[in-house]
């Protein structure tokens, strides 16, 4: 366990567990993320990485531990109120709304600020309009940057896997959360595009989101993350970078021989 | 005959405003909802014994309240009743249940409230129902049947354009963008920080004050309500005229209604009747009803006017355009 003390954590999990049944899918597992960073979450298959993901966003509530997110334990809050704390997520297939325009996905990702409340559509109409441009002036040059905006009236559902995706990091963009938990962002995507994806998660660094990633494409992870945390089994076994990684016999164990071998 | 055509025409308004409820309910939240008509009776017997003079009728035969009030605070009282009731009602069957366990919990709604409401005799007389209604604005302008049959169709025809240009708003509002996108998907809904059960318990509320207000109307249309004057089953004949307009699209839901409550509906009454069937005409009724139904879901599924796509404006608030320039130069660099 290479479990380095982090300066400013965002976000902290501290000996969260989890099991579906009979299957203990988080065990006792424990780690934090940097403010502004860009954290790798790594892994085989079963690891306990998505599950995590899920915890950690409020999709799922844990049996036991704690999670804090910027001071605040957020363990056991439903997944809106997560959100509107500024901890956001994506899925590891993207989930835009099919029936709707990609226009509506993107000023549906505003944080609501008690602005979609019911009675605001007759008494305030002029203020909502103004405030729905400001929001629609923003959401067109983010569309542009991510070669949307000329499928601004189509409906999300008739997109490309490639194009729902950069729906989503545009989305994200636009709700500027304080942190945001991917989930495969490259799943479903040409690996032609690496470098867009790249670029856009850069882009959503730089605007002060914190991510955190997870990844099977490994090569992708280390061009991202200065620091990467491996899970196996449910809990992290070890954090650190990617070369440091490469020399830490449990994390070779978790990915060639996770089986303990009976003698 | 003018009171015929007035009368076919009116119920044909009164079948347009609640198709738009349950359109809220259905097309809009998603939530397959069978319990509609329950709500239409609550607001028919409340606006009934709203404007009724209290109970005379010989025990056990009884209504309650009797407030002798005016038509349109009976309408008022119909529409608070429902959306309350809708609140309570949603909020036990949205909190974690939807598609058919939703649905089977609206069945189950509807079959209590048509249990209490038919066998108490003390609430609203039980089967012989409330009879004797007034006629709304009658007292003062003295119409005979003719000319007021025709009143009291501009009044729903009213009553329709308020409850679709209300819509009409709702529809295009970040509420209605937000309680639309719950139907889409609502875990992506959550995960954007939208209360995806309050977005839908709302929803369900508009559509219950909505058919409250049907409710109200069909009651005074009719100047009598009982239990035979609603049948759980009827919320087919509107899903009928939602799938064949067109599921979210109000214009296609009105074109729906047409097609089937007024044409479907009324032109079976002049088939001829075959000796030792009475129930023909109800029973071919339901038959065009369902090859309707099937054959529209299976040429044209999305109904014949589609959910209109809200589509970006090229004009924006002229405070914001030279802000959408600068968007636009920053493009070019």
């Not at chain 2, 009884?62 to 429902?82: D, E, K, R, T, W």
């Not at chain 2, 529809?171 to 996108?181: D, E």
Request: hydrophobic letters at 45%; glycine letters at 10%; proline letters at 6%.
């Amino acid at each position: 366990m290479s479990q380095a003390e982090i300066p400013d954590p965002i976000l902290e999990v501290v000996h969260v567990s989890k099991s579906y049944g009979g299957v203990q899918a988080v065990k006792e597992c424990t780690f934090g993320v940097a403010r502004g960073s860009v954290t790798g979450l790594i892994g085989p298959n079963g690891a306990g990485k998505s599950t995590l993901i899920n915890l950690a966003s409020g999709f799922v509530k844990p049996d036991s531990g704690t999670i804090r997110f910027d001071g605040a334990d957020i363990q056991g809050k439903p997944m809106h109120q997560v959100s509107r704390l500024g901890l956001m997520r994506t899925f590891q297939s993207p989930r835009e709304w099919p029936g709707l325009t990609v226009m509506e996905n993107m000023l549906l990702a505003s944080p609501p600020r008690g602005r979609d409340a019911l009675w605001r559509a007759y008494l305030q109409p002029g203020k909502l309009r103004q405030a729905e441009d400001v929001d629609r002036v923003r959401a067109r040059e983010l569309l542009r940057d991510f070669n949307l905006y000329d499928l601004r009236d189509e409906l999300a559902g008739n997109l490309s896997g490639g194009q729902k995706r950069l729906l989503e990091f545009a989305r994200i963009a636009f709700a500027q959360p304080q942190m945001v938990l991917l989930d495969e962002p490259q799943s479903g995507v040409n690996p032609v595009l690496a470098d867009r994806m790249i670029e856009a998660i850069l882009r959503l660094n730089a605007d002060g989101i914190t991510v955190l990633l997870i990844e099977h494409n490994l090569p992708f992870v280390e061009r991202l993350c200065p620091r990467v945390v491996v899970m196996a089994l449910g809990t992290s076994i070890a954090a650190g970078s990617m070369d440091e990684l490469r020399a830490d016999a449990d994390v070779l164990d978790a990915y060639l021989g996770q089986v303990p071998v009976s003698v | 005959m003018i009171t015929y055509i007035a009368s076919v025409l009116t119920l044909g308004t009164i079948f347009a405003i609640l198709a738009l409820a349950l359109n809220v309910r259905y097309g809009w939240t998603g939530e397959l909802d069978i319990s509609l008509f329950a709500f239409v009776a609550i607001g028919a017997y409340v606006s009934a014994v709203t404007t009724l003079p209290p109970s005379k009728l010989p025990l056990p035969n009884h209504y309650i309240l009797g407030l002798s009030q005016p038509f349109l605070l009976g309408v008022a009282y119909a529409m608070i009743v429902c959306g309350l009731l809708s609140l309570l009602v949603g909020s036990i069957a949205l909190r974690s249940l939807r598609g058919d366990h939703f649905a089977i919990t609206t069945v189950a709604t509807t079959l209590i409230i048509y249990a209490v409401i038919s066998q108490n005799t003390y609430i609203f007389n039980g089967f012989a129902g409330v009879y004797g209604l007034p006629e709304p604005f009658n007292g003062m302008l003295d119409l005979g049947p003719d000319g007021y049959s025709l009143f009291y169709l501009g009044l729903c025809l009213v009553a329709l354009l308020l409850v679709y240009l209300f819509l009409e708003r709702l529809y295009h509002s970040p509420f209605g963008r937000a309680l639309r996108s719950t139907r889409e998907d609502e875990v992506a809904s959550a995960a954007f920080g939208r209360n995806v059960y309050w977005l839908k318990l709302q929803g369900y509320a508009v559509g219950g004050v909505i058919a409250g207000m049907g409710g109200a109307l069909l009651a005074h249309f009719l100047t009598a309500f009982n239990p035979y004057a609603w049948d759980t089953a009827e919320v087919f004949l509107l899903y009928a005229a939602i799938f064949v307009g067109g599921v979210g699209n109000q214009r296609g839901v009105l074109m729906g209604t047409v097609f089937v409550i007024v044409l479907i509906q009324e032109a079976t009454r002049f088939l001829p009747l075959i000796p030792g069937h009475a129930d023909a005409q109800s029973a071919i009724r339901f038959i065009l009803i369902g090859l309707l139904i099937i054959g529209v879901l299976k040429w044209r599924p999305q109904g014949l006017l589609p959910e209109p796509r809200a589509r970006d404006p090229r004009t924006l608030a002229p405070v914001e355009r030279t802000a959408a320039l600068a968007g636009g130069a920053h493009e070019s660099s």
